[in-house]
């Protein structure tokens, strides 16, 4: 099994910044990230970014300039960090990881924008 461990999240002005991390353990096998999605009240779940199979990154359009994800594969952890935010990001942010042929999801935390 994968523990997924997710921090970072919290309450920001507009124009504010955020970083969340996540960070993986527990499995024998090296657990792959997949991405960070997040989902807005009343709302599906959505994809934010993540990294292509060359590993270039990719970014959901309202995110594009604002966001960065990364990782840091020996430590087992991904990164998203949010610049220039909006209040239409609040959301609930997941991160995403597969080890073994099963996904595995983030406890999620909460991102709040408002003045």
């Known amino acids: 099994q994968v523990q997924l461990v997710e921090s970072g999240g919290g309450w920001v002005q507009p124009g504010g910044s955020l970083r969340l991390s996540c960070a993986a353990s527990?499995?024998?096998?090296?657990?792959?990230?997949k991405g960070w999605y997040r989902q807005a009240p009343g709302k599906q779940r959505e994809w934010v970014a993540g990294?292509?199979?060359?590993?270039?990154?990719n970014y959901e359009e309202s995110v594009k300039g604002r966001f960065t994800i990364s990782r840091d594969n020996a430590k087992n952890t991904a990164y998203l960090e949010m610049n220039s935010l909006k209040p239409e990001d609040t959301a609930v942010y997941y991160c995403?990881?597969?080890?073994?042929?099963?996904?595995?999801w983030g406890q999620g935390t909460q991102v709040t924008v408002s003045s």
């Open positions: 995403r990881w597969s080890s073994g042929f099963t996904i595995y």
């Open positions: 990294f292509t199979s060359s590993g270039t990154t």
């Open positions: 527990g499995s024998t096998f090296s657990p792959d990230f």
